[in-house]
């Protein structure tokens, strides 16, 4: 059985930053990339960044410079710290694994496993 915790969520005020965690156990892929996606009220879920086994990353054009995703192989995790956040940053963030390699890290199709979400309320 495949979980995804995550962690790390809160309420901040705009600028402030937090770090968001995700742990995943059972048969996920551990050598392929994993991903932070957010979801707002009223909007369609979008990618945030992601980051290769190798450690390349990737990251939406409106976190860029702001927000920083990182891994520890050995634990399974991967991070993300969010900086000098906005109210429109305001949502649900998931974590997401994968069962094999894919090419592709931007679209949530790529994925197949979704932790619970954590929320991130950023108050202006």
């Known amino acids: 059985q495949v979980q995804l915790v995550e962690s790390g969520g809160g309420l901040v005020q705009a600028g402030g930053s937090l770090r968001l965690s995700c742990a995943a156990s059972g048969r996920t892929c551990s050598t392929c990339a994993m991903g932070w996606f957010r979801q707002a009220p009223g909007k369609e879920r979008e990618f945030v960044a992601a980051?290769?086994?190798?450690?390349?990353?990737y990251y939406a054009d409106s976190v860029k410079g702001r927000f920083a995703i990182s891994r520890d192989n050995a634990k399974n995790t991967i991070y993300l710290k969010v900086n000098s956040l906005k109210p429109e940053d305001t949502a649900v963030y998931y974590c997401?694994?994968?069962?094999?390699?894919?090419?592709?890290?931007?679209?949530?199709?790529?994925?197949?496993?979704w932790g619970q979400g954590t929320q991130v309320t950023v108050s202006s």
């Open positions: 980051i290769r086994w190798s450690g390349t990353t």
């Open positions: 997401a694994a994968r069962s094999r390699l894919r090419n592709g890290v931007r679209s949530g199709d790529e994925y197949d496993y």
